[in-house]
């Protein structure tokens, strides 16, 4: 599963010549200067990788093949808000869909209809 980045930058860097991590250090040092964090955490096409691991400092590398190759997608690693499954034993059973019908809001439309169907110097008086 992938790790959550609530804020995130997109860097495009497609210089062959320059190697993984001075391109991750580059586009941290941008995250930082715009939105006033270090990034924790940076996505890289798996092509960037070649199989094997990237060293750049605190920042995790990790591979995403949604990603397209020379860009790196940085940001901090959000973790998922825990939601506890309920326990079915002592869970109160749902509504039945009957139920949930009657709570809902009901409005007599005739009124309506019946201007709809006058004549627009009809409606006119009538207001």
Same mark, same amino acid.
């Given at each position: 599963?992938?790790?959550?980045?609530?804020?995130?930058?997109?860097?495009?860097?497609?210089?062959?010549?320059?190697?993984?991590?001075?391109?991750?250090?580059?586009?941290?040092?941008?995250?930082?200067?715009?939105?006033?964090?270090?990034?924790?955490?940076?996505?890289?096409?798996?092509?960037?990788?070649?199989?094997?691991?990237?060293?750049?400092?605190?920042?995790?590398?990790?591979?995403? /093949?949604?990603?397209?190759?020379?860009?790196?997608?940085?940001?901090?690693?959000?973790?998922?808000?825990?939601?506890?499954?309920?326990?079915?034993? =002592?869970?109160?059973?749902?509504?039945?869909?009957?139920?949930?019908?009657?709570?809902?809001?009901?409005?007599?439309?005739?009124?309506?209809?019946?201007?709809?169907?006058? /004549?627009?110097?009809?409606?006119?008086?009538? =207001?």
């Amino acid at each position: 599963m992938r790790t959550l980045i609530q804020v995130g930058l997109l860097w495009l860097d497609d210089d062959p010549r320059r190697p993984l991590a001075l391109k991750i250090s580059q586009a941290a040092q941008r995250y930082a200067a715009k939105y006033g964090r270090a990034p924790d955490i940076c996505y890289v096409h798996p092509s960037a990788l070649n199989g094997s691991s990237v060293e750049a400092g605190p920042i995790r590398v990790l591979p995403a /093949a949604d990603l397209l190759p020379h860009h790196l997608w940085l940001g901090i690693a959000e973790t998922p808000p825990f939601q506890e499954a309920p326990n079915r034993a =002592t869970a109160e059973p749902s509504p039945a869909p009957a139920a949930r019908r009657s709570n809902r809001f009901s409005m007599n439309i005739s009124p309506m209809l019946d201007s709809a169907k006058m /004549a627009p110097k009809d409606r006119a008086a009538n =207001t």
